[in-house]
């Protein structure tokens, strides 16, 4: 059985960082492209960072130069460290893979976690 497990969360102020992770379970990230995602309430959902197998990552404009996506295949984890956080963070963040050697580019996903919660308060 495949999970992908996110943790991390939680409430925290403006300003404030978190790190958010994401384990996986009869998976293994290796040859995949992983991408964290956001979705807040009435809104679509956001693809915020990318990390390819060759570890190159991208960045939404609205997190750009605050968010850092980063992962270790050894461990089968995925990570989101996110600084100066804003009340426009507060969604529930995602973690997606990719099959194995898809590109990452298009929005068909092969695994997802169940989301974490991150609520940023004024």
């Known amino acids: 059985q495949v999970q992908l497990v996110e943790s991390g969360g939680g409430p925290v102020q403006t300003g404030g960082s978190l790190r958010l992770s994401c384990e996986a379970s009869?998976?293994?990230?290796?040859?995949?492209?992983l991408v964290w995602f956001r979705q807040a309430p009435g809104k679509e959902r956001e693809r915020v960072a990318t990390?390819?197998?060759?570890?190159?990552?991208a960045y939404s404009i609205s997190m750009k130069g605050r968010v850092t996506i980063s992962r270790n295949n050894a461990k089968n984890t995925l990570h989101l460290q996110m600084d100066d956080l804003r009340p426009e963070d507060t969604a529930v963040y995602y973690c997606?893979?990719?099959?194995?050697?898809?590109?990452?580019?298009?929005?068909?996903?092969?695994?997802w976690g169940q989301g974490t919660q991150v609520t940023v308060s004024s």
């Open positions: 009869g998976i293994t990230f290796s040859a995949r492209c």
């Open positions: 997606a893979a990719k099959g194995k050697f898809v590109a990452c580019a298009g929005s068909e996903f092969a695994y």
């Open positions: 990390i390819d197998n060759a570890g190159r990552t």
